[in-house]
């Protein structure tokens, strides 16, 4: 049993929902999906007390079984107008777990800015969060860890979420109680500070109960055993995320100067300074780690700490996405460089995509050289402050771009795209177009999938199976980078889930949990006004060769969309 915590922000009061069985299995994304659908916001101003903001952990949160307490945060995006879900790493989910809640979400806005203390013991309160406002995210997380200890877990909004940013995402508690993990995407942010949240701190406890305690426990060892086994995982363990960049590189497919270019060196064997193999040999070297946990029990460790040449650090952590949108695409050559705007983009509480394609975006339209490091750190003071280009600049590449009249904006559905450039990397490409949540990679990844004589509907197929696995995963609240894992045992996930929960669930319920996520968010957006239009990619991408391959795109909406409607349709 589990309980959910509907917070009403107005009256400051709190009802709990008890929850048993399958429906603790239907969480993260699912939920998310299904809640908003069910409660009639697919029309609502996404910026008004009438829009939720809910938070999900998921089955096994507040134990160590690895990749498994990611939070989901989810609400009608003010950046794009449809659902979202965005999930991050850290010990929020944990902490939930091991009070044995297995959500909460925040109804109606208060009057007033808030701090919402749940503690292990006693009431939940609402305390005043004055102190706190404007500061920077590790100055407002080293006060409240001061405020209320350390044995406690912060969901955040930073400063740039404080004012509506559309960029502003909601940072989390690491390992180390560092406020660097990040639902960062769909403006997420925007709505805890149209709400009035500053901050949630839970405590943690110890772990929760479940049906059969001691065959859960096997599965945690049985599922680390299977990851120690994997060459993927393993991988992911040396190097990080970053060691996509190199990947990217070498196919011609990080962005680089907006997305005009495809590789960031010269040739494929130049040394290439912000790839995963340098960035391992210089942070070693300087004293770094390279094999962080972002949340407990993770065996995979792909986060790092980063630190500069005297050992100090400066940012935790440095992955990939922030390396191709906000470092190549930029037309940054050195990671030090980039560590640093990490650094603020983190303090800000922003999403590093977001942020790195609309400064790029700017670049190229003549307010600066690529690889201005000046420029890029006014930009990001100015949104600290809060000034008025500061605040224009937090409404993200589609609406800056709009107001400037530029054309060459790399967004769909109004958010930016990651770091794979579509004209290479199709399914994952596909995966951007079709989804409800934005250009997020994440929903269906597969940027290495040699497409060569592969039909437009072919790829679609592989994209849409990559997206119920991973719409499953979020469900589950599992990291993506254990699906090496999870997607090829999944009756042995099932078990896991039967044994915590006293569920008799069949294995083909792992498939339908993801599957009728989709559909569930297809069906919001539809609600909200999309039209299959909507999908399509920005021209340019169909227009333009990209060098070194010369590739254009071959995707359009009108190929893509139906054969998507066609799968969800079952």
Request: aromatic share 6%.
């Amino acid at each position: 049993m589990r309980h959910y915590l509907h917070i009403d922000l107005k009256t400051q009061t709190v009802r709990k929902e008890e929850q048993n069985g399958e429906v603790l299995a239907r969480a993260g994304r699912y939920l998310i999906a299904k809640s908003l659908l069910e409660s009639g916001v697919a029309t609502v101003d996404p910026l008004s007390a009438d829009n939720p903001l809910i938070f999900s952990a998921g089955v096994f949160a507040g134990t160590n079984f690895s990749n498994a307490n990611r939070i989901s945060v989810g609400c009608k995006s003010p950046l794009t107008g449809g659902i979202k879900e965005a999930n991050a790493g850290g010990t929020f989910a944990f902490a939930l777990g091991q009070l044995e809640l297995s959500g909460l979400t925040l109804h109606g806005n208060s009057d007033t800015w808030v701090i919402i203390r749940i503690p292990k013991e006693g009431e939940i309160t609402f305390e005043d969060a004055s102190p706190y406002l404007g500061k920077g995210n590790a100055e407002a997380a080293h006060m409240l860890h001061e405020t209320y200890g350390d044995k406690t877990s912060i969901a955040l909004c930073g400063p740039v979420g404080e004012y509506g940013g559309l960029i502003a995402g909601v940072s989390f508690s690491d390992t180390d109680n560092r406020p660097s993990r990040l639902a960062a995407r769909g403006g997420v942010g925007a709505v805890m500070g149209t709400k009035k949240v500053k901050a949630i701190v839970i405590d943690k406890h110890k772990m929760p109960t479940f049906h059969d305690r001691k065959k859960v426990m096997g599965a945690v060892r049985a599922y680390g055993d299977k990851l120690a086994e994997d060459p993927k995982a393993q991988a992911l363990h040396k190097f990080g995320t970053a060691m996509a960049a190199d990947v990217m590189n070498h196919i011609g497919a990080i962005p680089v100067n907006n997305f005009s270019i495809g590789r960031a060196t010269p040739t494929d064997s130049t040394y290439f300074a912000m790839g995963g193999d340098a960035l391992l040999e210089q942070n070693a070297a300087r004293g770094g780690d390279h094999s962080h946990a972002c949340m407990p029990g993770c065996q995979i460790k792909c986060s790092n700490v980063y630190v500069d040449k005297d050992g100090k650090e400066v940012v935790s952590p440095v992955e990939y996405e922030t390396i191709g949108v906000m470092g190549t695409n930029c037309g940054l050559k050195d990671p030090d460089d980039l560590a640093d705007l990490n650094f603020d983009a983190n303090d800000l509480g922003i999403d590093t995509i977001e942020a790195g394609a609309l400064l790029a975006v700017l670049m190229e339209a003549g307010d600066a050289e690529f690889g201005d490091v000046a420029f890029m750190k006014k930009a990001m003071n100015d949104m600290r402050l809060g000034n008025e280009r500061g605040r224009e600049l937090a409404q993200g590449v589609a609406r800056v771009g709009k107001a400037r009249g530029l054309k060459r904006l790399p967004v769909i559905k109004k958010q930016a795209l990651s770091a794979y450039d579509p004209r290479v990397t199709e399914v994952t490409a596909i995966s951007m177009m079709t989804t409800a949540q934005g250009a997020d990679h994440t929903v269906g990844n597969f940027p290495t999938f040699n497409s060569t004589n592969v039909s437009v509907a072919d790829l679609v197929k592989e994209s849409f199976e990559l997206q119920v696995l991973c719409a499953t995963n979020d469900s589950l609240g599992m990291c993506l980078f254990g699906r090496s894992v999870t997607n090829t045992h999944q009756e042995m996930m099932i078990d896991a889930i039967n044994d915590a929960l006293g569920t008799d669930l069949d294995v083909g319920f792992y498939a339908r949990l993801g599957f009728e996520t989709l559909q569930l968010e297809h069906r919001f957006n539809i609600e909200a006004g999309f039209e299959q239009n909507d999908d399509a990619l920005p021209m340019f991408f169909n227009d333009e060769p990209l060098p070194p391959t010369n590739k254009t795109s071959r995707l359009m909406a009108a190929d893509v969309t139906p054969v998507m409607h066609k799968l969800l349709a079952g």
